[in-house]
């Protein structure tokens, strides 16, 4: 509720609470929760077996056989993630914790971020055609998630850029776009009315099951490693920041509330950025003599 009040997405914390709170701790009264249970909750939800989403919103979760590799770790980051939306509705409903907080898993966070290199990127691309193809485009150009790509219509774009009315925080923002990304969304958008969908399927809005087989699909089609979608938002990240984009400006594009989010997967790009940078502007001293 409160979400939805602060005008955010909900997606997440109702299926975090759908699976993972909600049938263990959904009946237990406020008062009868203590450090000690939640302790328990989250150490048994790291070590469940790792769960297949349901089909259709709402649909059971059932348990896979196999065992990816860095499994264990996976799994403590995501109960790790799911801890951090119930102890957000626990502090909104002024639960406190009795003497000893929650300790959740440490040095768990997620790996280096992936992202396709240049060479990655000629070789999807050559693969691909048709509404894919500008769907793949539209995200390498732009950072966008899917789900803003999916409802941009053709008056979000102009010249200065394309205009993102709800992201994934609920909030709206505007990104910033090259000289090619410009020539690219005008050549999809020519001659359309500003009211229809900028990227379509077939004439259709793109749904997440229309992309979710395509990417590993194509990433074996053209010889590269597999990539899922997002990862085409991680690619327009990592490529700003290795080019000496500002981290704060690509923090901006991307939608993040702050930097910290962007710092946390992309500074460590910058590094060679910066030493460039020291070289070439960085104060040089006469020899001592």
């Known amino acids: 509720m409160a979400l939805r009040k602060g005008g955010k997405a909900t997606d997440h914390a109702e299926t975090r609470d759908a699976h993972d709170i909600g049938p263990v701790l959904g009946n237990v009264r ?17 070590n469940r077996p ?20 860095d499994a264990a770790r996976k799994r403590k980051n995501s109960a790790n993630r799911t801890w951090g939306v119930l102890r957000a509705a626990l502090n909104h409903a002024g639960w406190k914790h009795d003497g000893k907080p929650v300790k959740p898993f440490q040095n768990v966070d997620a790996p280096k971020i992936r992202f396709l290199d240049n060479a990655e990127i000629e070789k999807l691309l050559a693969v ?3 509404d894919f193809r500008n769907l793949v485009s539209a995200a390498l150009h ?35 776009l090259t000289d090619v990304a410009v020539d690219f969304f005008t050549s999809i958008t020519k001659g359309k009315n500003a009211d229809a969908l900028l990227l379509t399927l077939n004439g259709n809005r793109w749904k997440l099951s229309n992309q979710t087989n395509r990417m ?31 981290v704060v400006v690509v923090s901006k594009q991307l939608g993040h509330s702050g930097t910290a989010m962007t710092e946390k997967h992309y500074a460590h790009l ?13 104060p040089t001293y006469t020899k001592p003599q």
């Open 30 to 46: 406020l008062s009868d929760l203590n450090t000690d249970r939640l302790q328990s909750w989250l150490y048994n939800l790291a």
């Open 216 to 246: 590993p699909k194509a990433c074996i089609k053209a010889g590269i490693k597999h990539a899922g979608f997002h990862v085409l938002r991680h690619s327009y990240a990592s490529h700003a920041v290795m080019l000496g984009c500002p």
């Open 142 to 176: 732009s950072g966008a998630r899917f789900s803003e790509l999916a409802n941009l219509k053709v008056g979000d774009f102009t010249n200065a850029g394309i205009f993102i009315a709800k992201s994934k925080s609920g909030k709206s923002r505007h990104v910033a």
């Open 270 to 282: 910058s590094q060679n950025y910066v030493a460039q940078s020291i070289k070439q502007f960085g």
């Open 128 to 130: 691909i055609d048709g």
């Open 50 to 69: 790792r769960h297949a989403r349901g089909k259709g919103k709402g649909g059971k979760s059932k348990p896979i056989a196999s065992v990816p590799p």
